[in-house]
Each structure stands twice: as structure tokens, then as C-alpha cells.
């Protein structure tokens, strides 16, 4: 077992560079790859069963004593990304599937790697949490509403369909982790170390899966996808720290915020337009499954040496 918690570490550690890798290797590389497109559902679900198995009460409990903060962050994740994907999808000039495939990855909730880069960053880990488990347990009812009114001008979309499918792969395996979690504590806290080694190596093989299918996409639209993705990642950011800032937020939520809005759960993203749109709509999911894991930590980075100096004043103000 300590075997597998150092693997662990490391995987989550270097988690970019092998995200990166494997997208390297399945782009040139494609055949052994190719089947795995029908196991991307699966696999997010591990992902999120394994997210269920490292919730508590306690992480919900910040959503009924201090909501506004974590209204504030979901509301703004759920306004802003869709329609900042919508412009850059007008702005670049995207194709069709390309298009609606932004929009997705501005659709989706947050992506639990959001809770890492928050911690690294000294941003308030208990919102960050908390926004994650909210924008996920809404993602039924907004992920499709959204897509259904910005994304039906490009693609047939099917509200119902994609409602059931968010249930399936991600609310259902989230439910079965808590659920495990009550009945056996001991064992779950004993091997939560692990689960980190299970959702990188199938978040890597969902990434394989995907680039394989879209080598010709990506030679062709390689650059102009990306920009896509960066954009919409580094506005998001910036933006999710702006309302933050107008709403008189401390300096530790208002990083929480920011992080949180700018980063989706790709995977999810990628397991939906494979289902419900074909493989290309996945590729700006994917990209944003590497780019995220660039840009997070080179931001928490950067925060993590600058002292949050307010902290003290609010907390003082708080309990006066």
C-alpha cells in the first residue's frame, strides 16, 4: 500500500506531463488507442466515484452557514464560462462541432484538480469545495438548459439524453462513494491516498482515447483549438477573480473563485460529446484536460509566494 501512495503522489504531482505524454504518444501512435473511445464513460464515472469516496458533511456544511460566496463563485462559473466560449467560438470563427464543443467544456462544472491548485495557492480551500460539489450536483439541470440554448444553433442537442447521462456518469458514482465512505470510514480513509493514482491514469487513458480519434482534427485545427481553450481558461480566471474583487470578497476567496471558475471538468466534458455530438466535438475537452493542468499550476504557483495580507482585517471584521 505505501507503494502505491508514493505512486500516487507522483502521479498527481507530474499530472500535466503525463497528460501530455500520453496525448504526444496517442497522436503518433493512433492504432492501439482507437478502441478505447467506448470506455470514456466508465472511466469518468471511476473518476467520480472516487471524488464521492474524499467527500464529508463537512464539505457541504460551508454551503448552508456562508452561501453567498458560494453562490456568488457558481453563478459566476455558469454565466460567464458559457458565454465567454460562445464569443470565442464566434471570434475565432470555430466549425461546427469545434464550436459546440466549447461551449460544452464552458458548460460543465467544476473539475475536482480545481481543489489542488486552490490548496497550493492559499485560496480557501472550503469554497473551493464547496462551489466544486454545488456546480456538480447542478450540472443535471444547467449543463443541457445552457447547451440547449447556446449550442442548439450548431448541433441537434437533446436535454433529456445528456440530463441522464450526467446522472449516470456523474451523480450516481458520486452518491455511491459517500455512500461507501458512511459505511466503511476506516477502510475509505486508509485507501483515499490511492485514489488519485486511479482518476490520473483514467483521465490519461479518456485523453488517449480522444486524441487518437482526432489525429487529422488536430493537425488541422491544432492551433487555432487551442487558442480557443487558452482563451477561454485565462478569461475565465481573470474574470472569476474580477467578480470576486467587485463583490468585496477577502483575497483567499477571491482566489478560490477565480480558480474555480477557470477550470472545468473536462472529463466530463469529453465523456458527454462523444455521447451526444461525435469525437471532434470532445477535442477542445481534451485540450483544456492539458492546458488546465498547465495554467493552474502556474497560477497557485505565483499566489503561493504572495502573502494574503486583508485575511487578518476580514476575519477581525467577521467575528466584530
Given at each position: 500500500m505505501k507503494l502505491l501512495e508514493n505512486i500516487s503522489i507522483i502521479a498527481g504531482k507530474y499530472f500535466a506531463v503525463w497528460v501530455i505524454g500520453v496525448a504526444a504518444v496517442a497522436f503518433f501512435i493512433p492504432d492501439p488507442f482507437i478502441g478505447l473511445g467506448s470506455y470514456i464513460a466508465i472511466l469518468l464515472g471511476v473518476v467520480m466515484f472516487g471524488m464521492g469516496l474524499t467527500l464529508t458533511p463537512v464539505d457541504f456544511k460551508l454551503?448552508?452557514?456562508?452561501?453567498?460566496?458560494?453562490?456568488?463563485?457558481?453563478?459566476?462559473?455558469?454565466?460567464?464560462?458559457?458565454?465567454?466560449?460562445?464569443?470565442?467560438?464566434?471570434?475565432?470563427?470555430?466549425?461546427t462541432e469545434l464550436a459546440a464543443g466549447l461551449v460544452l467544456l464552458g458548460s460543465v462544472p467544476g473539475g475536482t484538480a480545481s481543489n489542488v491548485m486552490v490548496y497550493l495557492a492559499k485560496g480557501n480551500l472550503a469554497l473551493s469545495v464547496a462551489m466544486t460539489s454545488l456546480s456538480t450536483m447542478l450540472a443535471p439541470i444547467l449543463t443541457p438548459l445552457i447547451l440547449l440554448g447556446l449550442a442548439g444553433q450548431w448541433l441537434p442537442i437533446d436535454p433529456v439524453a445528456m440530463f441522464i447521462s450526467i446522472i449516470q456518469i456523474i451523480i450516481i458514482p458520486i452518491m455511491l462513494g459517500v455512500f461507501i465512505r458512511?459505511?466503511?470510514?476506516?477502510?475509505?480513509?486508509?485507501?483515499?491516498?490511492?485514489?488519485?493514482?486511479?482518476?490520473?491514469?483514467?483521465?490519461?487513458?479518456?485523453?488517449?482515447?480522444?486524441?487518437?480519434?482526432?489525429?487529422?482534427?488536430?493537425?488541422?485545427?491544432?492551433?487555432?483549438?487551442?487558442?480557443?481553450?487558452?482563451?477561454?481558461?485565462?478569461?475565465?480566471?481573470?474574470?472569476?477573480?474580477?467578480?470576486?474583487?467587485?463583490?468585496?470578497?477577502?483575497?483567499?476567496?477571491?482566489?478560490?473563485?477565480?480558480?474555480?471558475?477557470?477550470?472545468?471538468?473536462?472529463?466530463?466534458?469529453?465523456?458527454?460529446?462523444?455521447?451526444?455530438?461525435?469525437?471532434?466535438?470532445?477535442?477542445?475537452?481534451?485540450?483544456?484536460?492539458?492546458?488546465?493542468?498547465?495554467?493552474?499550476?502556474?497560477?497557485?504557483?505565483?499566489?503561493?509566494?504572495?502573502?494574503?495580507?486583508?485575511?487578518?482585517?476580514?476575519?477581525?471584521?467577521?467575528?466584530?
Open positions: 454551503i448552508a452557514k456562508k452561501p453567498v460566496p458560494v453562490i456568488i463563485g457558481v453563478t459566476t462559473q455558469y454565466v460567464i464560462m458559457p458565454l465567454v466560449a460562445l464569443s470565442i467560438a464566434y471570434l475565432l470563427g470555430l466549425p458512511k459505511i466503511f470510514p476506516t477502510t475509505v480513509e486508509r485507501s483515499t491516498s490511492v485514489v488519485p493514482l486511479i482518476s490520473v491514469v483514467a483521465i490519461m487513458v479518456i485523453v488517449a482515447a480522444v486524441v487518437s480519434a482526432n489525429v487529422e482534427s488536430i493537425t488541422t485545427s491544432g492551433v487555432l483549438i487551442f487558442s480557443a481553450v487558452m482563451l477561454h481558461n485565462l478569461i475565465g480566471l481573470g474574470l472569476g477573480y474580477f467578480v470576486a474583487l467587485l463583490m468585496n470578497l477577502e483575497e483567499s476567496k477571491r482566489r478560490a473563485i477565480s480558480i474555480e471558475v477557470g477550470m472545468q471538468n473536462s472529463g466530463l466534458g469529453v465523456a458527454l460529446a462523444a455521447a451526444h455530438f461525435g469525437p471532434l466535438a470532445a477535442l477542445p475537452n481534451v485540450i483544456a484536460a492539458v492546458w488546465h493542468n498547465i495554467s493552474g499550476p502556474i497560477l497557485a504557483t505565483f499566489w503561493s509566494k504572495k502573502k494574503i495580507y486583508q485575511e487578518q482585517y476580514y476575519q477581525l471584521k467577521e467575528t466584530s
